[in-house]
């Protein structure tokens, strides 16, 4: 089995924890071959083949994503070298991140992927030729033939059967073989079809084969073009739900507008659909135009613990947050509007499937464009759910409230770790103090205090909890702690390890 072969042999060789090995590892680096191959280590446990292959997309076309849970690494492999090139040297001078891991990314020794002989990779998974596509957030009506443009990108599309199930638009896509279904799923999973909506979710289907009976407006058979055409009209609700819009995709882009991100991409306009993948990953990790909306949909809360002040605190790490909505009938969901659409596109990048209290979040950006407060002279009587919805425009808590600040606290931003950076101590304050305190929220693995800011007016520290989970807990609850005197304890997320032999640093 060659790929196992290869995946053992790269993997053997950073097992080791020890510092003098990881120096060795970087030292070599410096002299690797470039590879379209590439190594990646300190992945989460429970990572996925999508979240691995983001990495490469900005960059190009990845080819295949190999993963070894039970040791948090992977390799995956780039369609071309100078895709490979541009993504070491870019995560060589940026550090790359999934799920708020720090990963590393180094050239393989290995110069490509093979499948084995009869077809199948070593995941069992990639040995299905069929998808399983939920589409949430649907906004924009999702027709067959928009299905078979996007995905046949990857591979040879044989049939398509849509529906809808639990309110939402479902489709299942047959690939001819399991290296295209294998492209199509790492390629496009969590991605928009429409900016800012129409998101996809993808997982291998246990079906062999789709069985079509009929080629209309709900399945085809692209084997069989003579099967007889059921012409039956879609329902009325399905009709003013989604509204057909003709010639979406033969006029060009996938995308109904243009914006920030697809500029970037650069090849929208000329080369259309077949640009989708990597245009698509941009619409989601680069912040945009203004026209875009600065309202995000945040689903799967805790509904017995999330207040919005809670999240006002949380999603304020990364823009200034001006109205909260938690939904009365669906408490476990919410709107969180901020000043612009940059901001919630970037807290959107951070946020999204982080845990909060035992519940992985899932964000979106909103349709709706703002947040509506109850109308005022309303007895509150009347409404029930006036303490779900908060305006927080006038709020002194914002973080880039001012130019002096905005600079500063952007520079620092990143997605949520274990470690928290705390600032605004009161030399009173001890380190028992604030153990005593984040012990709250869970359980604290270590402490530092910035030693050259020990004897300072306010002081520094870096405090360790021992999960990610238990991190965001502890923000969202002790950020602006009172000590008095007008003193508030701040709170964010900090890339640093704490290091005892050497002086901490945010």
């Known amino acids: 089995m060659e790929l196992e072969t290869c995946l053992t042999s790269d993997v053997s060789e950073y097992v080791s924890c020890n510092g003098s090995k990881r120096r060795k590892i970087d030292d070599n680096q410096a002299n690797a071959k470039p590879s379209c191959v590439l190594h990646i280590r300190g992945l989460p446990g429970d990572v996925t083949e999508s979240e691995v292959a983001a990495l490469g997309q900005p960059f190009g076309s990845v080819a295949n994503v190999i993963l070894t849970r039970n ?11 100078s895709s490979a090139q541009m993504m070491v040297d870019y995560y060589s001078k940026q550090p790359a991140f999934v799920r708020s891991n720090a990963v590393f990314i180094q050239y393989s020794n290995h110069s490509q992927l093979k499948l084995e002989a009869d077809g199948q990779s070593l995941s069992m998974d990639s040995a299905r030729c069929i998808l399983h596509v939920i589409v949430d957030n649907m906004m924009y009506p999702i027709t067959v033939e928009m299905l078979n443009q996007i995905f046949s990108v990857y591979g040879t599309v044989l049939r398509i059967v849509t529906f809808n199930k639990n309110n939402s638009f479902q489709a299942l896509i047959q690939y001819s073989d399991t290296a295209g279904a294998h492209k199509g799923k790492l390629s496009l ?4 079809i429409f900016n800012g909506c129409c998101k996809l979710h993808i997982e291998y289907s246990k079906l062999r084969t789709l069985s079509v009976k009929y080629n209309n407006d709900k399945s085809r058979d692209f084997t069989n073009p003579n099967l007889p055409w059921d012409s039956s009209p879609a329902s009325a609700s399905e009709d003013k739900q ?10 060009g882009p996938v995308f109904p507008s243009r914006s920030l991100a697809e500029s ?20 989601s990790s680069v912040p945009s135009s203004s026209g875009g909306s600065a309202v995000i949909l945040v689903s799967n809360l805790n509904e017995t613990r999330v207040t919005p002040d809670h999240l006002f605190t949380l999603f304020g790490v990364f823009g200034d947050v001006v ?3 938690v939904l009365f009938n669906k408490k476990d969901k919410a709107l969180v509007q901020f000043r612009d659409a940059a901001q919630a596109q970037l807290a959107l990048n951070h946020l999204d499937y982080v845990k909060l209290w035992g519940k992985q979040m899932e964000l979106s950006l909103s349709k709706y464009k703002s947040v509506q407060m109850p109308k005022e002279g309303t007895p509150q009587c009347c409404f029930q759910d ?10 002194p808590w914002h973080r880039f409230r001012n130019s002096s600040t905005n600079g500063r606290s952007r520079s620092h931003l990143c997605s949520p770790t274990d470690t928290l950076h705390l600032a605004n101590i009161p030399p009173s304050v001890t380190e028992d103090d604030l153990r005593t305190l984040f012990s709250q929220c869970g359980t604290v693995v270590d402490f530092k205090f910035f030693e050259r800011l020990a004897s300072a007016e306010k002081k520094m520290a870096l405090i360790q909890m ?3 989970e238990e991190a965001v807990g502890a923000l969202v609850t002790l950020h602006n702690t009172d000590f008095g005197n007008s003193v508030r304890l701040c709170v964010s997320f900090s890339r640093s390890v704490i290091n005892h032999g050497q002086s901490a640093s945010s």
């Open 242 to 251: 989604f509204p057909h819009y003709d010639g979406l995709l033969s006029s």
């Open 323 to 325: 109205r909260v909505k």
């Open 71 to 81: 040791k948090n690494q992977s390799l995956l492999e780039m369609s071309d070298l």
């Open 264 to 283: 970037l991409a650069g090849c929208l306009s000329n080369q259309g659909v077949a640009a989708f993948p990597n245009a698509s990953f941009l619409a």
């Open 386 to 395: 006036a303490h779900l919805t908060q305006d927080y425009t006038s709020s």
């Open 189 to 192: 999973n969590g991605h928009n």
């Open 466 to 468: 021992c999960s990610i």
